[in-house]
């Protein structure tokens, strides 16, 4: 689909009720029901991933409808660095063209001095937030993410640290001898503040045996992602689409995070995260043909945003993975949040990603603008950040992503 058709299915003016009307009967019924407040079924979200033509532009419609009485005009942002700590990693994910062995002449690994200068940069640019990802590297100490979080955090006290994902969770818990439970404990304590909720790709493990054999299983991510929120660590939820799964796995996944929301309470958001493909051993070996950027990431947002309603209401597009175009235009398909400055990005950008590593706070206002929307800076728990430069833009409909959220007894206490 052109640019320019994607743009009218999705900037569709028409009346919600007549757009509704155009779809397929069962689309059609499924989408009323949302709007009524019920929960979708697996046969629900099955069908819209299904949903072309009239019904696409239906379930956009409607997500957008839905966005709009659940989360209001406003479309949030945050100001943020990516440190990618380290990228030596053994583990050898096939989607994944960022690890480097640690022979290798371009492996590195960020010394703590190297660490608290890019935290400093940040810092000086405004930031509210530092998201810390890296490789599994073997060489590292065993208590080492603590030591960073402490190192930080001594010099940072009111910095957020988002860091460490289910994945580097499980191996430091391993080199630690610790449970979960103890480990995630001890982050908490050294400074860290939320986990994203990465590494989850896709949560099948027959998916996930082809994507890496050696990733986080289901169980684990899942016993991971359950325990930090128990112990008062929130995260963030994703999910990495556009890869060899098929839709089942995509609504069973989300099945299983809405799962996790009614038990915990402890995702901040959702994030879907398209598959960058370009430089990745499952493109190269020819195991995925991945589609066009543009209807197939419209219809997953406008698909989350209903399957997701009254359990997570924050939706985050993703500029890194889409290109400022189509993350502009996925606030028209259900998202409420742009995602972040970001400063440094190596991941997507080593599989081929083009958008860039950095998004300078007054374009990501001026993309949210264009759309006719409110921008407001936040925080990572979705609190609002005044900002004087910018005025608070706090709009009608705002939602707290920390309202559903009870911690664990040891912090209620
Ligand atoms: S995705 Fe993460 S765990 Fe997998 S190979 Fe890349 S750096 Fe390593």
Same mark, same amino acid.
């Given at each position: 689909?052109?640019?320019q058709e994607l743009r009218e299915l999705v900037l569709d003016t028409r009346p ?11 689309? %059609? ?25 009239? $019904? ?22 945050v100001v943020n660095r990516n440190i990618n700590f380290t990228n030596v990693c ?91 439970? $103890? ?15 990465? %590494? ?88 995925? $043909?991945?589609?066009?950027?543009? %209807? ?13 309603? +009254? ?42 990603? $083009? ?35 910018h005025g608070t833009g706090h709009g009608p409909g705002w939602r707290s992503g ?5 911690? +664990? ?5």
């Amino acid at each position: 689909m052109l640019m320019q058709e994607l743009r009218e299915l999705v900037l569709d003016t028409r009346p919600l009720e007549r757009v509704i009307g155009t779809a397929t009967a069962p689309i %059609a019924a499924i989408l009323e029901r949302s709007l009524a407040g019920e929960e979708l079924s697996f046969e629900d979200g099955l069908a819209l991933l299904h949903a072309e033509g009239a $019904d696409l532009a239906a379930l956009i419609r409607t997500a957008d409808h839905v966005r709009s009485i659940d989360a209001g005009p406003t479309v949030t942002y945050v100001v943020n660095r990516n440190i990618n700590f380290t990228n030596v990693c053994f583990v050898g994910c096939q989607f994944c063209a960022f690890a480097r062995h640690r022979k290798d002449d371009d492996a590195r690994t960020d010394s703590m001095e190297t660490l608290l200068a890019k935290v400093q940069e940040a810092i000086d640019r405004g930031a509210s937030e530092i998201c810390m990802q890296g490789g599994i590297n073997p060489e590292m100490d065993a208590f080492e993410y603590r030591n960073i979080l402490t190192r930080i955090k001594a010099r940072y006290p009111q910095l957020h640290v988002h860091a460490f994902s289910p994945m580097e969770i499980m191996y430091g818990a391993r080199r630690t001898g610790m449970n979960y439970y $103890d480990y995630i404990s001890m982050l908490r304590d050294a400074g860290l503040g939320t986990i994203p909720g990465t %590494a989850a790709e896709i949560l099948d493990d027959e998916v996930r045996e082809v994507l890496s054999h050696k990733k986080v299983d289901v169980r684990t991510w899942v016993e991971i992602i359950t325990t930090a929120h128990k112990v008062g660590v929130r995260t963030t939820s994703t999910v990495m689409y556009a890869h060899i799964e098929k839709p089942e796995h995509v609504v069973r996944h989300l099945d299983i995070l809405r799962n996790i929301q009614k038990e915990t309470g402890g995702f901040t958001e959702f994030v879907p995260l398209r598959f960058i493909h370009t430089y990745t051993v499952l493109y190269q070996k020819g195991l995925v $043909d991945p589609p066009p950027k543009g %209807a197939v990431d419209m219809r997953m947002y406008a698909f989350s945003r209903l399957m997701l309603r +009254g359990l997570i209401n924050n939706l985050q597009t993703s500029w890194v993975k889409l290109g400022t175009e189509l993350a502009q235009l996925s606030l028209a398909a259900g998202c409420n949040d742009f995602g972040g400055t970001l400063m440094e990005e190596q991941i997507s950008k080593s599989a081929g990603a $083009d958008a860039g590593e950095y998004l300078p706070v007054t374009t990501i206002r001026s993309l949210i603008e264009g759309m006719g929307r409110i921008p407001q800076e936040r925080t990572t728990l979705y609190d609002r950040v005044a900002d004087e430069a910018h005025g608070t833009g706090h709009g009608p409909g705002w939602r707290s992503g920390r309202s559903t959220f009870t911690p +664990g007894p040891e912090l209620a206490s």
